[in-house]
């Protein structure tokens, strides 16, 4: 079983200021997906990445690969109360592996 | 497009107690996956299945059965129900695995 982890594992910030939380693992992937994930609810799909070097943007948040593809960021500029929920990222092996996610906190 | 649809959303049962939870997806996906969400423990795979009639095991599959006998549906069956299968249960589908999927929004399970 693939092993992610994901850092850091709480964040709790000021509404306006920015953040990068990761995506890190020793083993290669031929794509990773970032969710977010809201209380009560399922984790809604954000991003797929799949080459390496890869950037996406999508409204504030920043979506990168790594260049060697086994770890992966997303940056969120000027963080807003509706950021709030836990990030998840995921990648496609012979099983399909989450990482324990990065519950974030956006404070008014 | 109700994507994907999942019940109950909250069940209690009695430790021994069996039942199944229901899945359901309308999208033409072929894979399929069910997860358990446990505090600090992160999603967990459970079974998951390539396309009607194929199944195979997760990251922890004892005390839990699956079968696919259409696209559209893949249910999961708890055997006997034990406290440790208390959590939070997701249904998953996806048209491409590698490209992500489209969540349920879960069944809350606990087992007394």
């Known amino acids: 079983t693939q092993l992610l982890e994901q850092s850091p594992q709480f964040l709790s910030i000021q509404e306006g200021e920015n953040l990068t939380v990761y995506c890190n693992s020793s083993s290669v992937f031929s794509s990773l997906q970032w969710y977010r994930q809201e209380p009560g609810e399922g984790p809604v799909l954000l991003v797929t990445v799949v080459t390496g070097g890869e950037v996406k943007k999508l409204k504030r948040l920043t979506f990168q690969f790594g260049d060697a593809r086994k770890d992966s960021s997303l940056h969120i500029t000027a963080a807003q109360p509706g950021d709030t929920g836990l990030y998840l990222c995921?990648?496609?092996?012979?099983?399909?592996?989450f990482g324990t996610g990065t519950r974030l906190t956006i404070i008014p | 497009n109700a994507g994907v649809t999942q019940t109950p959303k909250f069940q209690v049962l009695k430790t021994g107690q069996s039942m199944t939870l229901q899945c359901a997806q309308d999208m033409n996906h072929e894979y399929m996956s069910w997860y358990r969400q446990d505090p600090g423990m992160g999603l967990r795979l459970i079974h998951y299945?390539?396309?009607?009639?194929?199944?195979d095991q997760g990251e922890v599959p004892n005390g839990y059965n699956v079968s696919r006998s259409t696209t559209e549906d893949f249910p999961l069956r708890l055997l006997s129900a034990a406290p440790s299968q208390t959590s939070v249960y997701f249904c998953?589908?996806?048209?491409?695995?590698?490209?992500?999927?489209?969540f349920g929004s879960g069944t809350r399970l606990t087992v007394v």
């Open positions: 995921q990648v496609s092996g012979e099983k399909l592996t």
């Open positions: 299945s390539v396309g009607a009639g194929i199944t």
């Open positions: 998953a589908s996806s048209r491409y695995r590698k490209y992500g999927y489209t």
